[in-house]
C-alpha cells in the first residue's frame, strides 16, 4: 500500500516535469523559428530599401537625359515635317532651295542610353517580388519593354537615314557631306550661323518626297515612344520616393 500511494505521489510530479520539458522545447523551437522568420524579414526589408534607392537615384539620372532626347527628338521631327512641306510645296520637275539646317536635322539621330543596372538586376535576377508594393512592382518589371519599345524606333530611324535615305538623295546628286558633319552640332543645339543661312537645292522627286515623308513618319513615332517612356518613368520614380518617404 506504501509502495502504491508513493508510486501515485510519483507519477503526476514526473508526469508534469515531462509536460514541462516538452513545453520548455517547444516554445525554444518556436521562437528559434520567429527569430529566424523576423532576420529574413529584416534582410528583406533592407534589400528592399537598398533596390528602392538604386531605382530613385537610376530614374532621377534618367530623366535628365530622357528629357534633352526627347527635346532633340522634338526638333528632328519639326525640322523634318518643315522640309515635308517644302517637298511637297513644289511640282515633280522643280527642284527646292532647302535650309542646310533642316537637311541637318534630316541626318540627325540619337539614342537614349539610361542607367539600368537595379532595374535589370530585380527583372533578370528574380528579385522584383522584393518590392511590396503592387503598382510599383508591376511597372518595375513593365519597364524594360517599354524601353525596347523606344529604342527599337530609334533603330529604325538611324537605319532609315543610314541605308534608305542617304543613298536616296545621293542618287538625285545631292552631296550630304557637310551636313553629315554639322549633325554634331544639331545634336549640341548650336548649329552654325553659316549653316542655318545657307541652302541646298534638293529635287522633288517622288523617290525623296517618300523618303523623307518616311523619315518624318519614323521620327513622330520615336518621338511618342520617348515621350511614353518618359511618363512611365515619372510615374515609377513617383512611387519609388513615395515608397521610401514611408520606410
Given at each position: ?7 501515485a ?22 521562437l ?23 531605382l ?16 532633340l527628338q ?9 522640309l515635308?512641306?517644302?517637298?511637297n ?12 539646317s ?6 540627325t539621330?540619337?539614342t537614349y ?9 530585380l527583372?533578370?535576377?528574380g528579385?522584383?517580388w522584393?518590392?511590396?508594393n503592387q ?6 518589371a ?21 541605308e ?21 552640332q544639331?545634336?549640341?543645339g548650336q ?21 523623307v ?14 515621350l ?5 518613368e515619372?510615374?515609377?520614380?513617383a512611387l519609388?520616393e ?6
Amino acid at each position: 500500500m506504501e509502495g502504491e500511494t508513493a508510486l501515485a505521489r510519483t507519477l503526476p510530479r514526473a508526469f508534469r516535469r515531462r509536460v514541462f520539458e516538452l513545453i520548455t522545447i517547444f516554445l525554444a523551437v518556436g521562437l528559434a523559428f520567429l527569430a529566424e522568420d523576423w532576420r529574413e524579414a529584416l534582410g528583406e526589408h533592407r534589400e528592399e530599401r537598398s533596390a528602392l534607392a538604386g531605382l530613385r537615384d537610376e530614374f532621377r539620372s534618367n530623366q535628365e537625359e530622357l528629357t534633352a532626347r526627347l527635346n532633340l527628338q522634338d526638333r528632328i521631327r519639326s525640322h523634318v515635317g518643315a522640309l515635308v512641306s517644302l517637298l511637297n510645296s513644289a511640282n515633280a520637275d522643280q527642284s527646292v532651295a532647302v535650309p542646310d539646317s533642316l537637311l541637318i536635322a534630316l541626318l540627325t539621330t540619337a539614342t537614349y542610353n539610361p542607367d539600368r543596372g537595379t532595374v535589370d538586376a530585380l527583372v533578370n535576377g528574380g528579385r522584383v517580388w522584393l518590392i511590396r508594393n503592387q503598382d510599383l512592382r508591376r511597372s518595375v518589371a513593365a519597364w524594360p519593354a517599354r524601353l525596347e519599345n523606344a529604342l527599337e524606333f530609334q533603330r529604325t530611324q538611324r537605319d532609315l537615314v543610314n541605308e534608305v535615305m542617304a543613298p536616296a538623295f545621293a542618287r538625285s546628286n545631292v552631296v550630304l557631306e557637310q551636313h553629315w558633319l554639322a549633325t554634331v552640332q544639331f545634336f549640341g543645339g548650336q548649329v552654325s550661323r553659316e549653316l542655318r543661312e545657307t541652302r541646298t537645292v534638293v529635287p522633288a522627286t517622288a523617290e525623296l518626297r517618300s523618303v523623307v515623308g518616311h523619315r518624318f513618319q519614323i521620327a513622330d513615332l520615336t518621338y511618342n515612344g520617348l515621350l511614353s517612356l518618359q511618363n512611365h518613368e515619372q510615374r515609377l520614380l513617383a512611387l519609388v520616393e513615395d515608397e521610401l518617404e514611408e520606410r
